[in-house]
Nanobody
Framework: QVQLVESGGGLVQAGGSLRLSCTVS???????????MGWYRQAPGKQRELVAG???????NYADSVKGRFTISRDNAKNTVYLQMNSLKPEDTGVYYC?????????WGQGTQVTVSS
């Protein structure tokens, strides 16, 4: 069983920054190192969407809406994936989750709320 714990969200004014963290824990083995990871966002009344991804080799990709403002990274020693968010906009508001790209881990964390005020 995999547990995901997201943190780092909060209330910030437009133009501000936040750094999100997500730690992946497993009962046995280390599935994190062999997983392409992603940060997802669910805005109020909308479906969850992928905003950034990082591969097992460190390659990254971003949704057009966050490109140039968000940076995803990973630390395999800490089983943690990060999302540095700069120049935040009100439309970035939502609950942010991390999970494996493609086939998820079978469960989701509680997410971390990001609210950007105008």
């Amino acid at each position: 069983q995999v547990q995901l714990v997201e943190s780092g969200g909060g209330l910030v004014q437009a133009g501000g920054s936040l750094r999100l963290s997500c730690t992946v824990s497993t009962v046995s083995g280390n599935i994190f190192r062999s997983s392409n990871m992603g940060w997802y966002r669910q805005a109020p009344g909308k479906q969850r969407e992928l905003v950034a991804g990082v591969s097992i080799t460190g390659g990254t990709n971003y949704a057009d809406s966050v490109k140039g403002r968000f940076t995803i990274s990973r630390d395999n020693a800490k089983n943690t994936v990060y999302l540095q968010m700069n120049s935040l906009k009100p439309e970035d508001t939502g609950v942010y989750y991390c999970n494996r790209r493609g086939v998820d881990f079978g469960s989701w964390g509680q997410g971390t709320q990001v609210t950007v005020s105008s």
